[in-house]
């Protein structure tokens, strides 16, 4: 039920993304989203894209320092309140939430949040009892 | 002011002989007490007798590091321990720090020999010294404690840090000679600085600057920020501390304490003696030192021996400034490290051959130490906050082990340049 993240580290130098992405572009690769955390000396870019073995090799290959990491996408409704209504079941179950972030879906009105939580399992477990979709991997690549 | 007219003005003649006697001295001390010293001897096939005069030192043994660290703690041992008084260390807890154990005799040596040095600034009976050397295991506050109690200065014990405590008591008590790190003096000036306080206004006169290499331009620049005359010192634990050589007030080169601590200069690839003007490996015999004698203890600092008459009239001969080193090691505000002792640490702590940057600066006035370390699969994660742990984890285990401050900051992999498949360890941006 888990979707897997690929995420890359980068010195905070110029040049370092564009470098990632190309090397992506080059080897035909759709990112669908991704989110950046920085410090003030590196920072670790987690991309959802359509192929993470070959995204990762490639980027292997390149010289980049490459992990890929089991999290899950929950569809919420894009309105007022759908992303707190989330939020309220991840709390009251208290889901440790390590990160998220969110992207729009093209085709609905639905958004996308992307959650790395301690225990995936009972996230999804939780989530899906609420009625939540939590999508799966197909279902993520075909976005 | 010359402390000890006999000894240090003594002709040559009569400081061979003296060597000469004291050798022989050390040599059967050594030979029947300190079983390392034995099997070392025996391995060159040199007996006590065949020590005839100062010459003779050549037919000796060396001693490295790596001897001190392999006897640890007590096996350079030449008396019994009731007749140890004190012991201090080197810096850094990693592997064996070197031991030096000193008998009531040592530290009467210890206080003359420091005494001698702050003579050379004319310290007297009305001086305030502010020691702001650390005290502790390591051997720059108390040497400097010692000479200043047997001068009969009045001695402030402040120790090392506490920047702001430093302006106040100086200012308070009126010091007269400060004794710090060089780098530390300027941090102190700069700080001063900032808080509009004047070195013109202080009565402090002179200062006594060691354990780190230091130059003639920041000589310049301490005496223009401090308006005091500014003295090179210099020591070493193995030895015993400060007070194995200093400058005299024409400042050109330090005279070392050769009728306590004999010196040679090598070549560091032969271990063949060089003449006087030659420049090499700077090699020292402990002369009289009765807890832990020291054989040819080879120093790895680079200089060269002046053997001139010195306008001071002191008769001993001086070494100059140091010029480099023959390994590695680096002084970090004092502090002596090696690269082999922070690729262990990060060895031990994330279980593979790291690749690693030490890179060195002085940032103001006070070297800053940065620890580049390449990120790679194994210790990568996709959360921040655990890659900071990692970063904290590691600078906090180098200040335990090494008591230098580091900030450790990872980096993308193969970004450390490697010559020829070999990273290059050490970036040493000083310019000192």
């Keep these: 039920m888990s979707i897997k993240q690929i995420s890359i580290f980068l010195e905070n130098k110029a040049g370092r993304l564009y470098e990632v992405s190309s090397a992506l572009g080059d080897a035909n690769i759709d990112i669908h989203a991704l989110s950046l955390a920085d410090t003030s000396d590196f920072g670790i870019l987690r991309l959802i894209v359509n192929q993470p073995e070959k995204a990762s090799t490639t980027l292997k290959e390149k010289g980049f320092t490459v992990g890929i990491t089991e999290v899950i996408a929950v569809e919420v409704e894009d309105k007022p309140g759908g992303f707190a209504k989330v939020m309220k079941i991840m709390q009251d179950a208290k889901i440790n939430i390590e990160y998220m972030y969110a992207f729009v879906e093209k085709t609905k009105d639905n958004a996308i949040v992307i959650f790395r939580v301690d225990n995936i399992e009972t996230a999804i477990n939780t989530l899906e009892k609420k009625g939540l979709h939590i999508l799966r991997e197909a279902e993520v690549l075909d976005l | 002011m010359i402390w000890d007219k006999k000894h240090e003005t003594m002709p040559n003649d009569d400081l061979r002989a003296l060597q000469s006697q004291r050798l022989k001295d050390v040599v059967s001390r050594v ?45 350079l041992l030449a008396t019994e321990m009731e007749n140890i008084v004190e012991i201090h260390t080197s810096s850094g807890t990693t592997g064996k720090p070197v031991v030096d154990a000193y008998t009531q005799g040592d530290i009467d040596v210890w206080s003359e020999v420091m005494a001698r040095t702050m003579s ?37 014990p402040i120790s090392g840090g506490n920047t702001k405590r430093q302006l106040k008591v100086l200012q308070d008590f009126k010091s007269t000679v400060m004794t710090c790190t060089p780098s530390y003096c300027l941090y102190l000036a700069e700080y001063a600085r900032e808080n509009g306080i004047d070195f013109k206004d202080l009565p402090v006169r002179v200062g006594f600057f060691g354990a780190e290499p230091w130059s003639e331009n920041m000589r ?20 015993i501390g400060p007070g194995v050589a200093a400058e005299c007030e024409h400042q050109n080169g330090l005279h070392i304490f050769e ?88 060895f031990r702590m994330e279980g593979i051959e ?59 992999p193969k970004s450390i340049a490697r010559s020829e498949g070999k990273a290059k360890r050490v970036i040493d941006n000083r310019n000192i």
Excluded: W
């Design chain 2, 259 to 346: 009728d306590h601590f004999y010196p040679e200069i090598i070549n560091p690839e032969t271990g063949e003696q060089l003449k006087d003007g030659e420049k090499g490996e700077l090699v020292i015999t402990t002369l009289t030192k009765e807890g832990t004698p020291i054989l040819r203890y080879r120093i790895r600092d680079i200089t060269f021996l002046m053997p001139e008459a010195c306008k001071c009239g002191r008769s001993f001969r001086r070494m100059h400034r140091l010029m480099g080193r023959t390994d590695d090691m680096l002084i970090i505000r004092g502090v002596n490290v090696f690269p082999s002792q922070i690729e262990q640490i990060l």
């Design chain 2, 31 to 75: 030979y029947n007490n300190v079983p390392f010293y034995k099997k070392k001897m025996d391995e060159l096939g040199v007996k006590p007798e065949d020590i005839k005069s100062i010459d003779d030192i050549v037919k000796l043994p060396f001693t490295t590091k790596e001897d001190m660290r392999e006897v640890f703690p007590y096996g």
């Design chain 2, 220 to 239: 310049k620049e301490i005496e223009a920020k401090l308006h005091l005359k500014a003295y090179d010192i210099y020591g070493l634990t193995e030895i």
């Design chain 2, 354 to 412: 790291p690749h690693y940057q030490l890179v060195v600066s002085r940032d103001g006035q006070l070297d800053s130490l940065e620890v580049q370390v390449e990120m790679n699969e194994r210790i990568f994660s996709d959360e921040i906050k655990k890659l900071e742990e990692m970063e904290k984890a590691i600078a906090k285990e180098i200040a335990y082990e090494l008591a230098v401050h580091a900030t450790v900051k990872l980096v993308e």
């Design chain 2, 120 to 156: 050379m600034g004319d310290v007297g009976k009305n001086d305030i010294v502010q020691n702001a050397y650390g005290y502790g295991l390591f051997t720059g506050g108390l040497g400097v404690h010692y000479g200043a109690r047997k001068i009969g200065a009045n001695i402030i």
